[in-house]
């Protein structure tokens, strides 16, 4: 089998590191790609993840039979429809249902026909009229760019000043672009955050252990919003014995609905999840794989990943087809300083291939180059090292304990990911600390 990932982040390198373990995989090439996935015996090419014409045209030239979409820009802008219309089978859903994270007030309507559970939100194209919402309605307010803004258009407002702020960015300076033609402004929920995803065959939806994504760039959960600094699974918040109970309120509900809209899901559909004092309530949806959930949970599954995928595709999800390893796996992300702000690019990277060496710990290339035999940073999250550990304490050691081989000029990241997860565990007495 010959496959296609569109993508250059850390979540495309895990997804072609566990893609090559299939015995049924010849060949697996990377549009662009970056070091990482070079480095791991994929073909980069240099096509861009939103160039929907020339990715058809290079699958059609290569001969692939599975493409698998990294990033959402390309399922937005339509390119599992356009691969089927040019008979390749394409893990994603079709531009239709990617609506769910390019619209977030088209996510608001699903979640509201399909009865699920989420905040209560208005949704505004003119920002005088969003101004004068908030200042009626008051602090504290969740303010959303409805379009796509790289995981960053998002301000939880603790303040009326900060939301009007944050409306004004959106709206009138045009922080997100396009994206804040309209805004979503919604009640700010409170709890502990857990990302919960499902494999989805258009009817059938078979859920993944869950996670927690750490979004804020500085420990304790403070600074802006990045695309994620780390992540673990399983999540404590989120115990397994409650997955197809969330299954049935977040995920089957909505499968139900897009296929009455005759468009039936299939890939990843990801919820963000806030474990409030009420239950659990949708954040929003993703349609891809997070980055960087995705490097642990793919750090854990067993099963051959490109099987599971055909079989969404070809709608034959068995949940048998999904096990995963009982150890918890934990990735920290390392990032250029100034990172979600401007930062520099072109630092040396040493030490990886110490640090891939260590038991159990694998390094996933995010935002990196070849350049003359060399490894250097060239984006925003440059590396996701990630580990496995019997309890997730454990994890947490060895994942920092191979960071301590790298070395990186102008780099930071986070000194506390997982930590909420064990205090948990040591609050509840939880086994598996």
């Known amino acids: 089998m010959r496959i296609l990932v569109i993508g250059s982040g850390g979540r495309e390198h895990a997804l072609v590191w566990k893609l090559r373990q299939s015995p049924s995989v010849t060949e697996v090439l990377v549009a662009p790609g970056n070091g990482g996935t070079a480095a791991e015996g994929a073909r980069n090419v240099p096509v861009a993840a939103n160039d929907c014409a020339a990715l058809v045209e290079l699958a059609r030239k290569e001969h692939i039979d599975l493409v698998v979409p990294g990033p959402e820009l390309p399922l937005t802008l339509g390119i599992t429809d356009r691969m089927r219309e040019a008979g390749i089978a394409c893990f994603g859903p079709d531009a239709y249902c ?12 699903i979640m509201r026909r399909a009865g699920v559970p989420t905040a209560a939100c208005e949704v505004f194209t003119d920002a005088d009229k969003a101004l004068a919402h908030v200042r009626a309605k008051g602090a504290p307010l969740v303010i959303k760019a409805d379009g796509l803004a790289a995981g960053k258009g998002v301000v939880v407002a603790h303040s ?11 709206m009138r300076r045009r ?3 396009a994206a804040g033609d309209q805004v979503v402004i919604e009640d700010c929920l409170v709890g502990e955050e857990a990302s919960f995803l499902c494999f989805c065959d258009g009817t059938t939806a078979i ?5 927690q994504d750490h979004k804020a760039v500085f420990d304790g959960d403070k600074g802006p919003n990045t695309g994620g600094m780390g992540a673990y699974s399983p999540a404590p918040v989120l115990p397994d014995s409650e997955a197809e109970r969330l299954a049935d309120l977040v995920a089957r509900p909505i499968l139900r609905e897009l296929a009455r809209d005759g468009h039936p899901f299939v890939g990843i559909l990801y919820a963000g999840l806030m474990m409030t004092a009420d239950g659990p ?5 993703n349609v891809r794989f997070g980055d960087p959930e995705c490097q642990p949970l793919l750090m854990r599954l067993e099963g051959d990943l490109p099987a599971v995928m055909l079989a969404c595709v070809n709608g034959r999800l068995d ?14 992300v390392v990032a250029a300083k100034g990172y979600p702000g401007s930062y520099p690019k072109g630092m040396p990277i040493e030490g990886l291939a110490e640090a891939d060496a260590l038991p159990g ?10 350049n003359d035999g060399r490894i250097l940073a060239a984006g925003g999250r440059v590396l996701c090292v990630t580990a496995l550990g019997d309890t997730l304490a454990a994890a947490k050691t060895a994942a920092y304990a191979a960071l301590e081989k790298i070395h990186m000029p102008d780099s930071q990241y986070r000194k506390d990911i997982g930590q909420k997860g ?9 086994a598996r600390s």
């Open 160 to 170: 009326t000043e900060e939301a009007v702020e944050a409306v004004e960015e959106i």
């Open 207 to 211: 859920p993944l252990p869950s996670a």
């Open 175 to 177: 922080a997100f672009g």
């Open 319 to 332: 949940p048998a087809m999904l096990t995963y390893s009982p150890r918890t796996a934990l990735g920290v």
């Open 281 to 285: 309530r949708v954040l929003e949806y």
């Open 98 to 109: 990617a609506r769910l994270e390019g619209s977030k007030a088209f996510a608001k309507d």
């Open 422 to 430: 064990i205090n948990r565990l040591t609050e509840t007495g939880g």
């Open 361 to 370: 710990v694998k390094v996933f290339h995010s935002g990196t180059a070849f």
